[in-house]
């Protein structure tokens, strides 16, 4: 299995980063059209993309404003049984986010490579809305190619 890591870092607090990965009202604001979910152990979350796709998780672990595991599962095959990993910590006068995507298979190289680059877009749209009020969620988002 393989995986993507990211970083950024922003100029929030750990509360407002936390809130913003792990609620259905903060990820509508950077990444999806829109969410629904049980933010809780076991719980469930639904990210829409318009009439794109729905990505379904299950709340893994949530440790409050320190970490975050989602579990995809019913989606389409490049999502389906990865895992999300996002680690929040505060050093230097900023709050870092660490975010890890594994679990992608082997065999799978284009979608590793397009998850590598795609989580970049929306991250940036991430930091952009925890400083700013104001990302860029799906369909807005920066698109890799035409289709996207």
């Known amino acids: 299995m393989q995986k ?19 609620t259905p009202e903060g990820l509508k604001e950077w990444w999806a ?36 595991i989602l579990t995809c599962f019913d989606s389409f095959k490049s ?6 990993i996002f680690d929040i910590e505060e050093k230097d006068d900023q709050i870092f986010l660490t975010q890890t995507h594994q679990k992608i298979p082997d065999d799978d190289i284009e979608s590793l490579s ?20 104001k990302g860029t969620p799906y369909p807005h988002e920066i698109k890799l190619y035409h289709g996207d």
């Open 4 to 22: 993507t890591i990211h970083f950024i870092g922003a100029e929030t607090t750990k509360e407002e980063m936390f809130r913003a990965i792990s």
């Open 33 to 68: 059209t829109s969410a629904n979910g049980n933010v809780e152990e076991g719980g469930t979350l639904h990210l829409i993309f318009s009439e794109l796709t729905t990505l379904k998780f299950k709340y893994d672990l949530i440790s409050p404003n320190e970490k975050l």
């Open 79 to 84: 999502w389906d049984k990865t895992q999300l």
């Open 114 to 133: 397009y998850f590598s680059t795609k989580w970049t877009v929306y991250l940036l749209s991430l930091k952009q809305y925890l400083e700013t009020g």
